[in-house]
């Protein structure tokens, strides 16, 4: 009953109040930009009183009393898309001031699994703080050991988080300082075009070198084409190379055009097949090409006519017929081509709509980065820099963490020496689940948890980053090694043997033992059906987050990890603490109540834990013997004697019993016979 009465002590919590210290508010913030009358503007641009908005752009400016500009401030995700561990950008409000410094810079909001489960959030302010004063060209390097960049002091278990959100504030600032003119504009990483042969049309799809823009008809809201074409169908790209300019514009235009390419310009390739024209009917010489342009960052790109050389169809081998083609320079330094950048497309159906009097503006988008075997970076990668960054400097954690899961995985793999003592097997259980608890736990705070579950599902329903997967060394070992371990022989290898809390539970049932405390169990009729809460509580958590990521987080508290891992429990919210201290007293008195009832991330794990390759080895006599079955404080063992592996924590003393001929009553009856016999 007692588990009933916990499971309503932690819905009473989570829906009476705040459970967490979570910066939130501002859900609606990248739709609707930046608004200083309620995004706290002054806080991160000092000396302003009065904040405007600068025409055509995402930034404002502040003034002062006198009314001088001082500087300006910015959404970090009006200008740039930085993705953190948990695949969404810390959104973070950063003010520059006039000499192109960071004035400020505050997070508005973000969706960090690492300091929702267990980083105090004060550390994160701390963390920006420490930006304030930077040149926004100039480089920073948590944790030091550069000569030439900043340091600034990493958080220990937010690695990923940290790296994130140094760049999201260095680059924000970077593009407002370019933008208005207070440091020159340059390329983010300097670097070089590759020379190849040419390519083929297959092979420059093929390599990324195209990028792609369709629009249907129907998205424009026309009714379809007589002759079967989409409205606008573009293919672009960067051609300043060789094995891509000379197939798209043939080898003599090339030449003659990268000819008459300055510092910092290239040529840019568009190709249409849509029924639409992107250049426009009302497209005069000498005016701008207002149907698409490029943006990268703040910078906007839009052509002239004088940049422009029109095109037929590309010589390149495959390459379909396009009735449109169009060679542009881009002037200035506005395109850096080691960057991404979008290819924006604004499409009118005025002009097919005929003897309509207003014209429906409809505008679409797609991004594109010329592949590395057109342009290399002579420096890092930005969009790989932070998992990089982040190995850099977790490797030694991750190593551990690898070694430790390595050592259990040897363990089961030569049981047949673990399981051939009882002593032998529990010494090592009990040796495991202290260092499990002091070292993995207390020490180096490796806990995974379900909102890590729950970042997976959400990032399958967007884009799924294998840089964001890579990007945690320690999360990225811990779950690789829980992947193939659990389907090698279940959940019990982190359930049993590494889980830092799974640990603490069994410690404390022991203790309980030795202090003879009463031992609480749930009748069989109740247990059969609560064992299955588990599931609902994970499954309700995964629906819950994807439809309301903030309310699932909030949910996600019914984890006893931060609370007992990572912040002090007497900071936390009441509701909490009662919750915690329900939990961990009841451990003394009842075998792992939240990992058999409640934990969501176990369930998560029991689920392939079903078709476990390896588990205890079982007898046809096992069905009519219970000596294993009352030993197994998990209740893994059914009536019938074989074994839910969804259950089982793999603590392998059934197997002992299995081996040992003075408890296996089969086996007992093979030794007296054999003593019989030799009498
Ligand atoms: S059930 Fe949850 S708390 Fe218990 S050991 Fe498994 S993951 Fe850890
Ligand atoms: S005793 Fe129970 S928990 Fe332990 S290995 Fe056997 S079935 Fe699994």
């Known amino acids: 009953m007692s588990s009933l009465l916990w499971m309503w002590v932690w819905l009473a919590v989570v829906w009476a109040g705040p459970t967490t210290q979570h910066i939130t508010g501002r859900d609606d913030v990248r739709s609707h930009g930046l608004d200083c009358s309620t995004d706290p503007c002054a806080a991160v641009l000092p000396g302003a009183v009065r904040f405007d908005g600068v025409e055509g752009k995402p930034y404002a400016a502040g003034y002062d009393a006198a009314d001088a500009v001082v500087g300006w401030v910015v959404l970090s995700t009006d200008v740039t898309d930085v993705k953190a561990y948990s695949g969404k950008p810390v959104i973070t409000l950063v003010g520059l001031d006039r000499e192109g410094n960071v004035a400020g810079a505050q997070v508005v909001h973000h969706s960090e699994p690492i300091l929702l489960v267990g980083i105090p959030e004060q550390e994160l302010h701390d963390f920006v703080s420490a930006h304030v004063g930077f040149r926004a060209d100039d480089k920073v390097v948590l944790g030091g050991g550069a000569e030439d960049a900043h340091s600034v002091d990493a958080i220990s278990g937010a690695t990923v988080t940290v790296l994130a959100e140094t760049r999201t504030i260095m680059e924000t600032a970077r593009q407002v300082a370019e933008d208005v003119g207070v440091i020159s504009v340059q390329a983010a990483v300097p670097g070089h075009f590759v020379e190849d042969e040419p390519w083929s049309w297959e092979e420059m799809l093929d390599e990324g070198a195209l990028g792609h823009l369709r629009v249907t008809q129907d998205e424009m809201g026309l009714e379809p084409d007589p002759e079967g074409r989409p409205f ?279 203790l309980g033992r030795l202090l003879k405390l009463p031992n609480l169990e749930l009748p069989d009729a109740v247990h059969d059906k609560l064992k299955y809460l588990r599931y609902l509580v994970a499954a309700g958590l995964v629906v819950t987050f994807l439809f309301d990521a903030e309310l699932g987080e909030r949910l996600a508290e019914v984890e006893p990890f931060k609370s007992t891992f990572f912040v002090p429990i007497w900071t936390r919210h009441p509701g909490l603490i009662v919750w915690w201290l329900l939990l961990f007293s009841s451990s003394f008195t009842t075998y792992r109540p939240f990992c058999r009832y409640l934990c969501p991330l176990g369930a998560a794990l029991a689920v392939p834990s079903s078709v476990r390759l390896s588990g205890p080895y079982r007898r046809d006599f096992c069905s009519k013997c219970k000596i294993c079955t009352r030993g197994c404080e998990p209740r893994a063992i059914r009536p019938d004697g074989t074994i839910d592996p969804r259950e089982c924590l793999n603590c392998w003393e059934c197997e002992v019993n299995y081996g040992d001929d003075k408890v296996c009553p089969p086996l007992v009856k093979i030794r007296r016979d054999r003593e019989r016999a030799a009498k």
């Open 232 to 510: 606008i169908d573009l293919y672009f790209a960067i051609a300043d190379a060789p094995q891509v300019g000379i197939p798209l514009l043939g080898e003599g235009t090339w030449k003659w055009a990268v000819g008459e390419l300055g510092e910092g310009e290239h040529l840019f390739v568009l190709f249409n097949t849509g029924s639409y024209s992107f250049k426009g009917s009302g497209f005069v010489r000498g005016g701008i090409f207002d149907r698409f342009k490029l943006e990268q960052g703040l910078r906007t790109l839009s052509f002239r006519d004088m940049d422009y050389t029109k095109l037929s169809s590309p010589d390149a081998e495959g390459a379909p017929e396009f009735w449109e083609g169009g060679l542009f320079i881009a002037r200035d330094a506005q395109l850096d081509p080691g960057l991404r950048f979008d290819l924006v497309f604004l499409g009118s159906s005025y002009a097919l709509d005929r003897g309509a009097f207003e014209r429906d503006f409809k505008s679409f988008s797609v991004d594109h980065r010329t592949p590395r075997s057109v342009y290399v970076l002579d420096g890092p990668d930005p969009e790989s820099m932070i998992w990089r960054q982040a190995w850099a400097q977790g490797w030694p954690k991750a190593l551990f963490v690898g070694l430790y899961l390595f050592a259990v995985a040897l363990l089961f793999v030569f049981r047949g020496w673990m399981t051939a003592r009882m002593q032998r097997l529990k010494n090592l259980h009990t040796v495991f689940a202290f260092m499990s608890f002091l070292v993995l736990g207390l020490a180096l705070h490796v806990q995974p948890s379900v909102t890590q579950v729950m970042t997976f599902f959400g990032s399958l329903g967007g884009d799924w980053d294998w840089g964001l997967f890579l990007s945690d060394p320690v999360l990225f070992v811990s779950w690789i090694g829980l992947a193939i371990t659990s389907i090698l022989w279940g959940r019990g290898v982190f359930c049993g043997w590494v889980c830092p809390f799974g640990a603490m539970a069994e410690l404390q049932f022991k």
